[in-house]
């Protein structure tokens, strides 16, 4: 008889993903310098099919993102051996920490809308056009 491969879970990837997110959070607030590297936010986390690699998207406040991904990076052994004992489960991620630029962009974007949007100064000042009739 031969082995059957079983289907991947995406629902259990998922929910596998939030929690490791939700366990990383509490380790990181509580073992990580703020005066280092800032108040980090982890926004989400990309599992592989096998469970055997996860990369943690980030942001960061007060200090650069090189730092905190220095310092996140210089802690994911101890987090992986933290999330191993949480989690209970057979196969615990290698843990890689990546900032997460999409919500900067995100920011520079809609700043960037606002500002196309907004009234410009001296345009008001243009006379409106009138229609042939005479219309304004």
């Not at 991947?8 to 509580?30: E, Y």
């Not at 998207?57 to 210089?74: D, I, R």
């Not at 489960?89 to 949007?117: C, K, S, W, Y």
């Amino acid at each position: 008889m031969g082995r059957h491969k079983s289907k991947p879970n995406p629902g259990r990837n998922t929910r596998l993903a939030d929690q490791i997110q939700q366990d990383l959070a509490g380790l990181v607030q509580r073992e990580l310098d703020v005066s280092r590297a800032g108040l980090i936010t982890l926004t989400s986390v990309d599992l592989s099919a096998d469970y055997a690699h996860a990369k943690v998207y980030f942001t960061v406040l007060g200090a650069e993102p090189v730092v905190a991904a220095e310092a996140l990076n210089e802690k994911a052994g101890w987090m992986h051996s933290q999330l191993f004992k949480l989690l209970h489960i057979h196969t615990v991620p290698t843990l890689r920490f990546v900032h997460d630029v999409h919500l900067a962009r995100g920011l520079e974007l809609t700043q960037l809308i606002d500002r196309a949007n907004r009234p410009q100064a001296g345009v008001s000042d243009i006379p409106e056009l009138e229609d042939p009739d005479g219309q304004p």
